[in-house]
């Protein structure tokens, strides 16, 4: 599964007991930070600062909110929609570093501490959601815009206008008497579980490890892995890049057999179980749409996106299951020869990674060993970074300003007319505090100021990459060298930093990656494109030691190589969506006084219910007891739900505009002002318009048939 996504927005809340003033008086989240354009202050931030923060930001906003539902003049645009884009700066302050520290360095007392907070931060938030004064306002202006087709406000305003009163539709601002109750305490549960789920998710990922014997288990291991592995005091976790490429390479199936059944039995069973947290989150989810009136879950997600309905989104899964579904069966079938030379008669899961990758280098005389001298961190960084100065003309220069942990760096972006863009914050390594897998987000958004000032943004971008080993210049250094697969999330997260950092909006909610949720990874996954280019990889990849360019036989293989298994992710991928529309397209729950498994009977046996969801696109062997769904993150606990099918619809964009690229000249600089428009605009424009815009057409389903292979 992709293990890339952005971090779902945190808009979240809290109360409680008075603060002492001495500490306000040190407390930082109560100053202006101006230094270095508004960094963050970490070096000052302890933990016991973010309580007080939430509190006076909550009471901020209150009274903020008060002020604007109780203005005595008439609601306009202006007093109402326009000023609650500005309610709330300090808990958005607090919120937009609390909740991404606690991702990348989530120590126990901060854990304990969302979790202390959670119940408060998401009273406010209803609070403000079930505010009848400020609806009632929101809704006079609504309809008076609508009778005077919406006369005086632009495409933006427009946009927001609609958000803003169909966002207060969804949250239940119409709700009244027993069923504003009930809503209320759904939230309320859903808050707390997926916050649960996801924590369970990270705990059992985390103090899973088993410790290799040098001597007899490492047979089949790449150099650079067994390095790592004896930094690691020849433990092997279930943490990605320790996982991964131990199912890779290790020729020891019964290791690569064990390996897989504990990732793939996280949280089924057991202190960290999650099978029940599911039935009750789908279940719940299915309530709001049933309170709200409408058919399922996914219905009422969909609605603000492109697909716009879930029929929508099942006839692109399974236009690509019908297109891709032959090809991955001869896919698989081809990797299945080869582990036949070995005896193995029956193909296993934990059997794909290491034959498809003997078969891959047969094919293509490719792997990650070949590529990784070439891909050293410091290198990519180089071309990545580069990518971006040469379609936009933006630069970034490192500065020195206090970090939450060592080995996060700060650059500076500015662009080509030297105005000062925003700070981007990376930081790449694993570390036992920080969640799995890759992620970009921002500690601050773009918005003009009401006074019409700029704020700038502040980004990060989190993967985890394997560690240097040892010390620059001493004997036995390794840089952190990168995978294929790695130095493409790179380019990945970096595309989505590029749409918080480039964006150019009025509106705070409209900037950036602010956008429909299968319009967001447009920028990140066309980004990842460029990695199969040779005009791109001249531009950084050279061997880490000798300082040699990546010889052009190694691009011409890599280049063949990348269509490989495409239709076999290709089905992985379809798997998850359909298993999140599953899941999110239960239908009414009969009896809200009965158990989850009593209304929907095919959630009784969750292990079930994810193979029949997955059957269509089956392709190895099922190994029972095993299950993706319990460490489904970004269904459960991410922004994900009835939108894991966005990462492919947005591939189709992705391939398009891409297409688009190579036929006007890869850097050609028109092209590349047309996409930057389009990553300038956040939400202020609908986002099949601003396709439009970019490519003069709508996109089409080819450019992706023929990149992967399957369309020739
Ligand atoms: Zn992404």
Not at 201 to 218: F, H, I
Not at 665 to 689: C, Q, V, W, Y
Request: charged fraction near 25%.
């Amino acid at each position: 599964m992709r293990t890339t996504c952005i971090a779902a927005a945190v808009t979240a809340v809290l109360l409680g007991s008075c603060s002492n003033p001495n500490q306000d008086m040190n407390n930082p989240f109560f100053e202006e930070w101006t230094a270095n354009h508004g960094a963050v202050p970490f070096d000052r931030i302890r933990t016991e600062h973010y309580r007080p923060a939430f509190e006076r930001g909550i009471a901020d906003e209150d009274r903020e909110i008060d002020a604007i539902a109780h203005n005595p003049e008439a609601p306009t645009f202006q007093n109402t929609i326009e000023a609650l884009e500005y309610t709330g700066a300090l808990l958005s302050k607090v919120s937009g570093v609390f909740y991404n520290i606690m991702e990348c360095d989530g120590t126990d007392d901060m854990l304990a501490l969302a979790e202390e907070m959670q119940p408060m931060l998401s009273k406010h938030a209803l609070d403000i959601s079930l505010n009848e004064e400020l609806f009632k306002r929101v809704q006079t202006v609504w309809e008076q815009a609508k009778a005077n087709d919406f006369a005086g406000l632009d495409e933006a305003q427009r946009r927001l206008l609609r958000d803003r009163y169909e966002g207060y539709l969804k949250a239940g601002a119409t709700l009244q008497g027993e069923a504003r109750e009930r809503w209320r305490a759904v939230c309320s549960e859903l808050d707390s579980l997926t916050l649960l789920y996801g924590q369970n998710v990270q705990k059992a990922t985390g103090e899973w490890s088993y410790k290799l014997n040098p001597d007899t288990d490492l047979e089949g291991l790449p150099n650079f892995y067994v390095e790592s592995l004896r930094e690691n005091d020849w433990k092997v976790t279930l943490l990605f890049p320790s996982y991964r490429p131990f199912m890779q390479y290790s020729a020891r199936r019964d290791l690569r057999e064990m390996l897989y059944r504990a990732y793939n039995t996280r949280c089924t069973s057991g202190q960290y179980d999650n099978t029940d947290i599911i039935r009750r989150i789908v279940t719940l989810r299915q309530e709001k749409a049933d309170l709200l009136g409408y058919r399922t879950f996914a219905d009422m997600r969909l609605t603000d996106t492109m697909a716009k309905t879930p029929e929508a989104v099942n006839r692109l899964l399974n236009q690509l299951l019908d297109a891709y579904k032959k090809a991955a069966v001869a896919d698989v079938a081809a990797v299945a020869d080869v582990a036949k030379r070995d005896g193995i008669d029956q193909l296993q899961p934990w059997d794909f990674s290491y034959y498809s990758e003997k078969l891959k280098t047969e094919k293509y005389n490719f792997n990650d060993s070949l590529i990784k001298p070439y891909f050293s961190l410091e290198k990519v960084k180089q071309g990545v970074f580069g990518l971006a100065t040469r379609l936009y003309g933006v630069t970034f220069h490192k500065i020195d300003v206090p970090v939450y942990n060592p080995d996060v760096e700060c650059f500076e972006v500015i662009d080509s007319d030297s105005s000062f863009m925003g700070l981007l914050y990376t930081d790449f390594f694993p570390r036992e505090t920080k969640r799995p897998g890759a992620w970009m987000t921002e500690f601050r958004g773009q918005h003009i100021n009401p006074d019409g000032t700029e704020q700038r943004p502040l980004i990060q971008i989190v993967m985890s990459f394997s560690k240097p080993i040892g010390q620059p210049g001493a004997e036995g250094y390794t840089p952190s060298l990168l995978t294929y697969e790695e130095a493409q999330t790179f380019l990945h997260e970096f595309g989505h930093s590029l749409h918080g950092l480039l964006t150019r909006c009025k509106y705070p909610s409209q900037s950036g990656t602010n956008v429909a949720h299968d319009f967001v990874e447009l920028p990140s996954q066309f980004n990842e494109n460029f990695l199969g280019k040779k005009e791109f990889l001249d531009t950084f990849a050279a061997d880490w030691q000798t300082g040699e360019a990546i010889p052009q036989d190694l691009i011409d293989r890599l280049h063949r190589a990348q269509t490989y298994n495409a239709a076999y992710s290709c089905l992985r991928q379809l798997s998850f969506g359909m298993l999140d529309m599953k899941f999110h397209t239960l239908g009414a729950v009969a009896d809200v006084t009965r158990t989850p498994a009593e209304n929907f009977p095919q959630l009784a046996d969750i292990e079930q219910f994810e193979r029949d969801a997955m059957a269509p696109t089956k392709l190895l062997a099922t190994v029972p007891g095993t299950m993706m769904c319990t460490s489904f993150t970004h269904i459960f606990s991410g922004g994900y739900a009835a939108g894991y099918y966005g990462y492919k619809w947005a591939e189709v964009l992705d391939a398009d505009a891409f297409a688009v690229f190579e036929r006007e000249g890869l850097f050609n600089p028109e092209t590349a002002k047309r996409f930057r428009h389009l990553l300038e605009s956040g939400d202020m424009i609908e986002p099949s318009e601003l396709y439009r815009q970019f490519k003069g057409a709508d996109p089409s389903i080819d450019a992706l048939m023929r990149r992967d292979g399957i369309l020739k």
